[in-house]
T-cell receptor, first 113, second 113 residues
Framework: GENVEQHPSTLSVQEGDSAVIKCTYS??????FPWYKQELGKRPQLIID?????GEKKDQRIAVTLNKTAKHFSLHITETQPEDSAVYFC????????????FGKGTMLLVSP | ETGVTQSPTHLIKTRGQQVTLRCSSQ?????VSWYQQALGQGPQFIFQ???????GRGNFPPRFSGLQFPNYSSELNVNALELDDSALYLC????????????FGEGSRLTVL
């Protein structure tokens, strides 16, 4: 099965700084890589995703990069704001007759004003 | 379009009891996946239902079972509850086994005493 490793587990930045979260996956057949933001007591919400035929995708202050050869992908948040504080999860989707998302363990991002 | 709804939002059970959690999928979605999220961890795949049939299962024992109904709503049943079953149970709906975004409900937080 798929295994996803996520680093760092916690990340503290000052408002306006950039934040980078990195994930690696094990199964080269995985073809879809979403990132979820989860605020305390809330549901995970998709913030950006990338498919395996694309190397980079950007949406305003958020970008994701994918290196298929190295089997790693990263989330980049620029100009961080206090409301970006949350737990972020990366995931990899392996379609083997059914589609299963395997999640990393999460990164708690704290943005200080 | 209605989102994914789950009930109950919170519940407390004792060891050995049984619990049923319910999920209404997003309008137009025929696939429901259930995930268990222990405190401080990423969601873990329990199983997926597609058109009323179990379509894949994660590493969970048989006392975790489910159903999907003709309207694509779903139930998760857990028998012989153990303390380690305490977690947030997330339901996610998608279209056609989920080659893409999963839409999560707010979850059912189960505490086993």
């Amino acid at each position: 099965g798929e295994n996803v490793e996520q680093h760092p587990s916690t990340l503290s930045v000052q408002e306006g700084d950039s934040a980078v979260i990195k994930c690696t996956y094990s199964d080269s057949a995985s073809n879809y890589f979403p990132w979820y933001k989860q605020e305390l007591g809330k549901r995970p919400q998709l913030i950006i995703d990338i498919r395996s035929n694309v190397g980079e995708k950007k949406d305003q202050r958020i970008a994701v990069t994918l290196n298929k050869t190295a089997k790693h992908f990263s989330l980049h948040i620029t100009e961080t704001q206090p409301e970006d504080s949350a737990v972020y999860f990366c995931a990899a989707l392996l379609n083997s007759g059914y589609s299963t998302l395997t999640f990393g363990k999460g990164t708690m991002l704290l943005v200080s004003p | 379009e209605t989102g994914v709804t789950q009930s109950p939002t919170h519940l407390i059970k004792t060891r050995g009891q049984q619990v049923t959690l319910r999920c209404s999928s997003q309008s137009g979605h025929n696939t429901v996946s259930w995930y268990q999220q222990a405190l401080g961890q990423g969601p873990q795949f329990i199983f997926q239902y597609y058109r009323e049939e179990e379509n894949g299962r994660g590493n969970f024992p048989p006392r975790f079972s489910g159903l999907q109904f003709p309207n694509y709503s779903s139930e998760l049943n857990v028998n012989a509850l153990e303390l380690d079953d305490s977690a947030l149970y997330l339901c996610a709906s998608s279209f056609d086994r989920g080659i893409g975004e999963l839409f999560f409900g707010e979850g059912s937080r189960l505490t086993v005493l």
